[in-house]
């Protein structure tokens, strides 16, 4: 079992940056794949970011660039710095870990290939 906590959202402008907490508790996650995932109003939850369990990082192309994801594991916790935000990363943004026996440089890419997930944290940009 593995509690995930969010914090960092808010409101900020476009072109303003904010960074994103995940928070593990009950397990050390620092060898497992972690996932960003977001979900705007009206639309399917998406992946933003992943990481595998030897650190190699994949990112839509929508944040490439912009985000990057890290790990802290003295602190377990993950991280999702966001700069050049525009109004379509608007969104409640959750991470999620996967706790299933995992290849060491997947980075996993589905929701449902993840099985702990944290309770989100909203996110807007205005223009």
């Known amino acids: 079992q593995v509690q995930l906590v969010e914090s960092g959202g808010g409101l900020v402008q476009a072109g303003g940056s904010l960074r994103l907490s995940c928070a593990a508790s009950?397990?050390?996650?620092?060898?497992?794949?972690i996932g960003w995932f977001r979900q705007a109003p009206g639309k399917e939850r998406e992946l933003v970011a992943a990481?595998?369990?030897?650190?190699?990082?994949l990112y839509v192309d929508s944040v490439k660039g912009r985000f990057t994801l890290s790990r802290d594991n003295a602190k377990n916790t993950a991280y999702l710095q966001m700069n050049s935000l525009k109004p379509e990363d608007t969104a409640v943004y959750y991470c999620?870990?996967?706790?299933?026996?995992?290849?060491?440089?997947?980075?996993?890419?589905?929701?449902?290939?993840?099985?702990?997930w944290g309770q989100g944290t909203q996110v807007a940009v205005s223009s």
């Open positions: 990481l595998s369990r030897n650190g190699r990082t």
């Open positions: 009950g397990r050390t996650f620092s060898t497992y794949p």
């Open positions: 999620a870990v996967r706790l299933t026996l995992s290849g060491s440089s997947y980075a996993y890419t589905a929701s449902q290939e993840y099985d702990y």
